[in-house]
């Protein structure tokens, strides 16, 4: 990954410090050391601090003696023993497997990722951890045993996107760690194996902040979760699964009213006699702010959040298929939200509601509720441009349409200009303008060229070559770029990897990109975090290229395998090229349809 110039922080450093002593009469170096540990004690910043760490030996030594939260964005990208030789005083992990592709299921299931050698090793070299956030990452109810029972003071464990464990594995965690205060299961896939897990916490009042298990597809012991509830006083964020319905969330909400996130589990009656107020509940939540789930959503329900409509700054409809006829009247009250996701059931008319009401909008994601790609979706160009000009503090968004306007795209760059993510997905092959059928060339290049502060793109549709020049030419800070569906040759690729100087993460699926751009990038890779490439026009003879070039870039190739010898003329194309970076060289867990070059 590409450090920042270290110059400048250091300089920033010395003056704070005040460290400018005569030539003649250098401070001790351990001294120095000593002043500089207390002042890296307040340096939070990853890039600041990788930046501290290149300037000299003394300072690459005291920087790793005061870190005590890592980020690994790469499982793959070093050894977990070198990490525990590095950083000798870690409590805070954060560790990435898979890449992002995965999540469209481009990558096969056994592909890799295991958390076992670094829970194993962690164990021995920490056991004063705290915390382990995953992503990704495959995780054995084995490895959630280890974590529980090395780490006695262990208080928060998220895992988003992950797979391999079951609620036998959460149950351990439940029981063994005493302090716990977070247990965040996020989107990740939980084998029911018929334990009740939340009947597994301590007896007596617990730690607990934080409890979220909205991708538990099992029924849950709802008893043992409310006397969980009563004995956290401290608990400001619950995510309840499916199978809590509305008046069980009732019953929730009446013993945890301090409550401040809420994800309401399915939004759905068993139809009792006589129903809760279901709006007193909500009304008597005053410190609630963040609101998700809607799961199997009974909209006549719905109306029942409203007196909370006007503290929320999150809102999460993702889950609920609406229309725009239920879904006005409750976002009619929500001027104070910041964060919003919502499927595009709610159409272009929901979205100029957004528009007209959510002035303070910072985030915004419209997700497709049919992902087919000959669907003709209900959201367009139209939505877009009217969040551009009613929600003009927008930093961030992502978008999925089936119709797009090059007009409504350069509305985005220019009411939006504090933009720092900008993710179009334009469902389908290679869609032009829906006006005008010319390429989306004008819109993203008004993107990049308006939005200065662009550090994520993704783009789709109907591109040439020259939609790349502009990428190249004006994404001077873009970090992280995925192409679909796009582009018209080599060119397009030389233009990024030689204009985007900044570019750690390069993700191709279906693009004509072919081994002269592959080529054309040797002199960046081995700065990058990784490239993804699928579907495009690799022949294996660039793929030994590259992997010769660079002897720090691991190169993965996932084909079939029967023939990847025989390639005398390069004629076969690999369907996936993934390559990164890495200080230890080859992994050794990769399975047989893995090909390491």
Not at 335 to 353: K, M, P, T, Y
Not at 445 to 452: D, E, L, S, T
Request: hydrophobic letters at 40%.
């Amino acid at each position: 990954m590409a450090e920042e110039d270290p110059s400048g922080i250091a300089k920033d450093v010395e003056r704070h410090l005040k460290l400018d002593p005569p030539s003649s009469t250098p401070c001790p170096d351990h001294v120095l050391e000593n002043v500089l540990e207390n002042v890296l004690k307040f340096l939070t910043s990853k890039r600041d601090r990788n930046a501290v760490s290149l300037v000299c030996r003394s300072w690459y030594r005291v920087e790793a003696q005061t870190r005590f939260e890592v980020f690994i964005g790469n499982c793959y990208s070093l050894s977990p023993s070198r990490l525990t030789r590095r950083f000798t005083r870690v409590r805070s992990l954060f560790l990435k497997g898979k890449p992002r592709f995965a999540d469209f299921n481009l990558m096969p299931p056994d592909w890799g990722a295991q958390f076992a050698p670094w829970v194993a090793v962690t164990a021995k070299a920490y056991p004063w951890l705290e915390k382990v956030s995953l992503k990704r990452m495959f995780v054995t109810d084995d490895d959630l045993a280890l974590l529980a029972v090395s780490f006695p003071e262990f208080k928060e464990l998220v895992l988003i996107c992950c797979e391999g464990f079951g609620t036998s594995g959460v149950a351990v965690v439940a029981n063994k760690c005493r302090q716990l205060k977070v247990l965040d299961l996020i989107e990740s896939e939980v084998t029911d194996d018929e334990v009740d897990w939340i009947s597994c916490f301590p007896v007596g009042e617990t730690h607990l902040e934080s409890l979220s298990f909205d991708c538990v597809e099992s029924p849950i012991n709802f008893k043992a979760l409310v006397g969980l509830v009563v004995r956290s006083p401290f608990l400001k964020k619950l995510r309840t699964n499916s199978f809590v319905s509305l008046e069980e969330l009732h019953l929730l909400m009446v013993r945890a009213p301090q409550l401040t996130s809420l994800g309401t589990g399915s939004f759905s009656s068993t139809h009792t006699e006589q129903e809760p107020d279901y709006a007193s509940a909500f009304r008597a939540c005053k410190s609630l702010v963040c609101l998700s789930g809607f799961r199997e959503l009974t909209v006549e329900y719905l109306p029942a959040i409203s007196p909370v409509c006007a503290n929320l700054t999150s809102l999460n409809f993702s889950y609920a298929n609406i229309s725009p006829d239920v879904f006005k009247p409750i976002i009619r009250h929500c001027h104070n939200i910041r964060v919003f996701w919502a499927l595009d059931s709610i159409c272009d008319e929901g979205l100029q509601a957004v528009a007209a009401t959510c002035k303070e909008l910072r985030e915004l994601r419209v997700f497709p509720s049919d992902p087919s790609e000959d669907s003709e979706g209900p959201v367009s160009g139209l939505g877009l441009q009217a969040i551009s000009e009613g929600c003009k503090k927008l930093e961030s968004i992502l978008y999925f349409c089936q119709r797009m306007t090059n007009v409504a795209v350069t509305a985005m760059s220019e009411n939006c200009p504090q933009l720092t993510v900008f993710r179009l997905c334009i469902m389908g092959r290679h869609r032009p303008d829906h006006v005008t059928g010319k390429p989306m060339d004008d819109g993203f290049g008004a993107i990049v060229k308006n939005c200065k502060k662009l550090t994520r793109l993704a783009v789709s549709g109907l591109l040439t070559d020259q939609a790349f020049s502009l990428i190249g030419e004006y994404g001077k800070l873009i970090r992280t770029l995925s192409v679909a569906f796009a582009g018209d040759s080599d060119m397009g690729l030389r233009y990024i990897l030689e204009g985007c100087p900044k570019l750690e993460k390069l993700e191709i699926r279906d693009s004509p990109f072919g081994d002269v751009g592959l080529r054309s990038g040797m002199h960046r890779y081995h700065d990058m975090r990784f490239v993804w490439m699928s579907s495009c026009r690799l022949s294996w003879g660039a793929c030994r290229d590259v992997s010769h070039a660079l002897p720090s870039v691991v190169v993965e190739v996932f084909g079939d395998g029967d023939d990847e010898e025989d390639d005398e003329d390069n004629a076969d194309y690999v369907e996936t090229l993934y390559m990164y970076r890495s200080l230890d060289g080859p992994r050794k867990d990769a399975p047989e349809f893995v090909i390491i070059l």
